[in-house]
């Protein structure tokens, strides 16, 4: 299986940062990658899906980039609504793989 | 709107079996590939099983494979997820997902699954 290794595990910025988290394959996935937000107690929300485009509703501060192996989720300006885990998922191939998270915390 | 409602979920013996329901509306449901995820408490999400829309194709996680299985009724609007022999690391919020284009698009709430003796 692939696996996806995203960093920092954590970070901790403050509103209007600009915080980028990476996430990197084991093996070239092109562009198969998705990024995806989840808060406490909720569902996860597609932020991103083919590396780079932006999942309609989306505020365009977030942005995607990379392709074959390394891959990164770029918030411009921090809002305060955006402290949440993120996670990266392959779809490279079966079965599919998530990053183990990054945790985006208040400064 | 689309709608995912998972069920089922509850507290089971290790060895023992649970079938998981995710109820789905708001779409033609026979068009879209379905999927489970879970997340053990305090973890990260990790896959577990997509059904193709047509059922006609079906994959596990290692994790899982053998012990669970995927199922979907058209007619009934639901997709299933049958797990045998559980064990206490499959104890886990259960989400299903509608894929679109490759892409997890829509989830359900989750339903909470609870291996314990």
């Known amino acids: 299986a692939i696996q996806m290794t995203q960093s920092p595990s954590s970070l901790s910025a403050s509103a209007g940062d600009r915080v980028i988290i990476t996430c990197r394959a084991s093996q070239g996935i092109r562009n198969n990658l998705g990024w995806y937000q989840q808060k406490p107690g909720k569902a996860p929300k597609l932020l991103i899906y083919?590396?780079?485009s932006l999942q309609s509703g989306v505020p365009s501060r977030f942005s995607g980039g990379g392709s074959g192996t390394d891959f990164t989720l770029t918030i411009s300006s921090l809002q305060p609504e955006d402290f949440a885990i993120y996670y990266c998922l392959q779809d490279y191939n079966y079965p599919r793989t998530f990053g183990q998270g990054t945790k985006l915390e208040v400064k | 709107q689309v709608q995912l409602v998972e069920s089922g979920g509850g507290v089971v013996q290790p060895g023992r079996s649970l079938r998981l329901s995710c109820a789905a509306s708001g779409f033609t449901f026979g068009t879209y590939g379905m999927h489970w995820v879970r997340q053990a408490p305090g973890k990260g999400l990790e896959w577990v099983a997509v059904i193709w829309y047509d059922g006609s194709n079906k994959y596990y996680a290692d994790a899982v494979k053998g012990r669970f299985t995927i199922s979907r009724d058209t007619s009934k609007n639901t997709v299933y997820l049958q797990m045998n022999s559980l064990r206490a690391e499959d104890t886990a919020v259960y989400f299903c997902?509608?894929?679109?284009?490759?892409?997890?698009?829509?989830w359900g709430q989750g339903t909470l699954v609870t291996v314990s003796s």
């Open positions: 997902a509608r894929e679109i284009q490759q892409w997890l698009v829509n």
């Open positions: 083919a590396a780079s």
